[in-house]
């Protein structure tokens, strides 16, 4: 082979996966404000100048997403952006598309979802949540269910992640913290989520697996049933993980006026041990087909 072959093999370009487009978001969006933010994240309302269409945008964190993907040294973690490309189910936020910014900034273009956030229906203790409980929760477990056969775990279920759209349809947002459901991505040492929904070896730091959704799951069921938690909201880990060697409070001492079945089925949903929690999504549904309307 000559040196001038040889030069260009050299700086010939590697492959590399499709490429990414890139916006100056507000010659695009005509942006209206923040309608939220993630721990890593920016959120707007906006209208695309090109479709004509009310849209939410949300701009990662450079910074903050790049610290989060150092937890997986020698992994390469799919991008919000393109995870969410691949979850099409009704009951989690659609993905219209993603890229850069002209800041190096990942953005992600997704439904606009008019309506509330579960948190609020439950710190409001909110009348819509009267006989729409077991629905609400049914949704939420179908939306799981479609991401761990996708193969992701979202890894940040709680209230605060959940939206109720108008009609009453319920929407899984925020896979900021949501990894493929690999042996190296379940790997221990990863402690990562909101911390009052956090499963038990997630805290202590050990192999996890789908379970540690089904707890956050059986923790937000908790809450929306009794507007309560079965633990005392904890500032740090540590004290939490004191919190976690009991088996958390007696639904009936947050709501007086549950039944025998669905406080059966709440002590069962937040099990420690994840081999006596729900396994699946599916079981948790059958478990709620049981219960008396809530």
């Known amino acids: 082979m000559g040196l001038l072959s040889s030069l260009k093999n050299l700086f010939k370009s590697k492959p590399r996966g499709p490429k990414l487009p890139i916006i100056d978001v507000n010659k ?4 209206f404000g923040r309608s939220g933010q993630g721990s890593m994240s920016k959120v707007y309302r906006a209208r695309d100048r090109e479709l004509g269409r009310m849209v939410c945008v949300k701009i990662l964190d450079k910074l903050k997403t790049s610290k989060f993907d150092a937890r997986f040294p020698g992994l390469v ?28 900034e990942q953005y992600i273009v997704m439904e606009l979802i008019e309506g509330v956030g579960l948190n609020f229906l439950i710190e409001t ?4 949540l009267e006989g729409n409980r077991i629905n ?22 709680c209230p605060r992640n959940v939206m109720v759209n108008q009609e009453g349809l319920l929407k899984i947002i925020d896979m900021g913290l949501s990894i493929p ?8 040492g ?7 929904y ?37 500032a740090s880990l540590e004290m939490l993980l004191k ?41 948790f549904r059958a478990a709620m087909e049981r219960l008396p309307e809530a």
Not at 224 to 234: A, Q, V, Y
Request: proline residues 6%; contains cysteine; charged residues 30%.
């Open 28 to 31: 695009r969006f005509e942006l």
């Open 77 to 104: 973690r799919p991008s919000e952006g393109a995870l969410g490309m691949q979850l099409k189910h009704k009951n989690i936020v659609t993905t219209y598309e993603h890229g850069l910014t002209t800041d190096g």
């Open 125 to 128: 203790k909110n009348r819509q």
């Open 136 to 157: 609400y929760l049914n949704q939420l477990a179908d939306g799981l269910e479609h991401m761990h056969k996708t193969g992701f775990l979202h890894r940040d279920v």
């Open 181 to 188: 459901y690999t042996p190296d991505f379940c790997r221990p």
């Open 190 to 196: 990863n402690r990562t989520g909101t911390t009052n």
């Open 198 to 234: 956090l499963a038990p070896e997630l805290i202590k730091r050990q192999t996890t697996d789908h379970r540690v959704d089904m707890f956050a799951l059986g923790v937000t069921a908790y809450e929306t049933f009794t507007f309560g938690l079965p633990w005392e909201k904890s």
């Open 243 to 283: 919190l976690m060697n009991s088996p958390g409070r007696d639904p009936r001492e947050v709501r007086a006026d549950l039944d025998n079945a669905t406080v059966a089925f709440l002590r069962k949903a937040i099990e420690r041990n994840p081999r006596d929690r729900f396994q699946t999504p599916a079981e």
